[in-house]
């Protein structure tokens, strides 16, 4: 299911995602942060993700953002590349278990895919 978007929204998600791109860069030449310690886990949670889409050599959440940028992130994924998005510290799995979008509670707890494997491996 698409969504429609306004031209600015679009323009807004093109930023955001140029943004991230950036970041990846840096991140991976060594400049402005680390890579997340526990990216390998988060990757692994993606690899047995219904979700993922393998274009090109490259596994993505869902289709790749440029071929779909108006989409549902939890049921459709958010179009990036999974390697660049599972090692930046800053990122999160669109969606909870259910395919409903991620959330924060009030004690700053996440619900996301990732950060449950983390909870879950944590308590194991």
Not at 19 to 39: H, N, Q
Not at 77 to 87: F, N, Y
Request: proline share 7%.
């Amino acid at each position: 299911m698409a969504l429609a978007l306004s031209p600015s929204r679009i323009v807004i998600k093109l930023a955001q995602a140029g943004v991230k791109r950036t970041t990846s860069l840096f991140r991976s030449a060594g400049i402005g942060g680390r890579d997340y310690a526990g990216w390998t886990q988060r990757a692994e949670v993606c690899a047995r993700c219904p979700l993922v889409v393998v274009k090109c050599g490259k596994s993505y959440c869902g289709r790749p953002f440029l071929s779909q940028i108006a989409r549902d992130e939890p049921t459709e994924g958010c179009g990036c590349p999974i390697g660049p998005k599972a090692k930046d510290p800053n990122e999160h799995c669109p969606r909870d278990e259910h395919f409903s979008p991620r959330a924060t509670d009030e004690s700053g707890t996440c619900n996301c895919m990732w950060c449950q494997s983390q909870r879950t491996a944590d308590r194991a």
